[in-house]
């Protein structure tokens, strides 16, 4: 095993690794790794040949090597290259990395397999989260494989297929009259009252991990160089942090070549958007965002625990903060899928509106690789579909001219 300490990532105070952690004066931890004995142990070929799931990146995930993982073999989603997206927005080249093919269908399934993992081998057995969406299903999944329990607390509007998956999978699901951070005082008042895990978003270390694997395989994939641009959905901004972390280890290993990295954009809805405000004020942590609404509710995060660390790797990376249009999500919805094939969620909508702020602003040249990430699946979200009111054919009485000039 390769992890050497904890670190805050407020002010740096180390701490053990192989015990339980959670946070330092309530903010999150980074997991810090040899990445000097990893450079002697691994070689970035030796990649090629291992099971094409986020496994594959052992030296660089916390749970050590004679630990079995919690797995639904999750990870190494496509890459794929949008050529008709790309000519709508006048970009030489789009992919989208569709998170969407994950198990319970969002990227979420990263974080919890490697928290899941690690809370077994700590002896964990009762595990609890707030959820706005697709954490609690993916919670509630990883806990079922692994044999443990888990208590999801969720807002009482929380999209259904969240709650039934999460109810098929045995969960103890209970709604909530409020917003996520309501949610989330309930799990940490039921930390001292009856002692489970507290799971939450960046509350203890190892979900960031898991979800560093989402760079971990972009650069893989892109054959060890990085794309110019991501646009990534953010919510409690696991995932663009994660990937940051990512991208920085593959430097010191020297993986990649040069120093340049990915400027990492942070798309949020106009209807909670704390963070771009932030970014837009110049601060180190973000206000709470009043009175939040969005249909995408991933994005559904009026103040997030690592704020400073999402913004400090924006600013890091020479990124951005945009707000999409709350109003743009099922039109995206409706054009990406019809344009590519790909079922986008809406908060992968809002990054596609944040896309033609980018251009119209004048914050891409149409040269550069742009990586938008599919964090979820469209299915999850029946409530953003519209109402089905099609014809209903009447078998032998068919007029088949009539079927061609029917509008798509
Ligand atoms: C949770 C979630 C997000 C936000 O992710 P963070 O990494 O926590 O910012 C985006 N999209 C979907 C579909 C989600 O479930």
Redesign the pocket.
């Known amino acids: 095993m390769f992890v050497t300490h904890l670190q805050s990532a407020l002010d740096g105070t180390r701490f053990e690794a192989g015990r339980v952690h959670t946070t330092h004066q309530g903010r999150p931890l980074w997991v810090r790794y040899d990445l000097a004995a990893i450079r002697r142990s691994l070689r970035r070929e030796d990649l090629a040949g291992r099971p094409p799931t986020l496994w594959r990146y052992r030296e660089l995930l916390p749970l050590p090597v004679d630990a079995e993982p919690v797995t639904l073999g999750e990870g190494m989603t496509p890459l794929l290259a949008c050529d008709r997206l790309a000519a709508r927005f006048g970009l030489k080249r789009l992919w989208i990395k569709d998170?969407s093919q994950m198990p319970t269908g969002?990227?979420?399934a990263r974080?919890m397999a490697m928290a899941v993992s690690m809370a077994r081998h700590f002896g964990l057995r009762r595990l609890a989260v707030p959820?706005?969406?697709?954490?609690g299903g993916a919670l509630a999944a990883y806990a079922a494989r692994a044999g443990l329990e888990a208590f999801l607390f969720m807002p009482a509007d929380t999209p259904r297929i969240n709650i039934q998956e999460a109810l098929l999978a045995g969960a103890r699901v209970f709604l909530v009259d409020g917003v996520i951070t309501d949610c989330g005082r309930i799990v940490r008042e039921g930390v001292d009252q009856v002692g489970w895990f507290d799971l939450s978003?960046?509350r203890e270390p190892y979900r960031l991990e898991g979800?560093k694997t989402m760079g971990l395989e972009l650069a893989e994939q892109f054959a060890w160089s990085l794309p110019d641009v991501i646009l990534?959905?953010?919510?409690?901004?696991?995932?663009?942090?994660?990937m940051v972390k990512a991208f920085e280890e593959l430097r010191e290993l020297g993986w990649l070549p040069g120093d340049k990295l990915p400027r990492m954009v942070v798309c949020q809805s106009d209807g909670c958007c704390p963070l771009v405000l932030a970014f837009q004020r110049g601060e180190r942590f973000a206000e709470p965002f009043p009175n939040p609404k969005t249909e995408?509710?991933?994005?559904r995060?009026p103040s997030?625990v690592g704020d400073f660390m999402?913004l400090d790797a924006v600013r890091r990376t020479n990124g951005l903060a945009v707000a999409g249009r709350e109003d743009t999500i099922r039109r995206w919805m409706r054009e990406v899928a019809a344009a590519e094939g790909i079922l986008i969620?809406?908060?992968?909508a809002i990054c596609f509106d944040a896309l033609v702020q980018l251009r119209e602003a004048g914050h891409l040249t149409g040269h550069e690789t742009v990586v938008v990430?599919?964090?979820?699946?469209a299915q999850?979200y029946v409530e953003l579909l519209p109402e089905v009111s099609l014809p209903v054919l009447r078998p032998g009485a068919v007029d088949y001219e009539a079927l061609l000039k029917v509008a798509a």
């Open positions: 998170e969002s990227f979420k974080g959820s706005a969406g697709n954490a978003t960046l979800k990534y959905p953010t919510g409690g901004g696991t995932g663009l942090v994660g995408a509710s991933g994005l995060v997030a999402i969620c809406p908060e992968t990430f599919n964090t979820g699946a999850k």
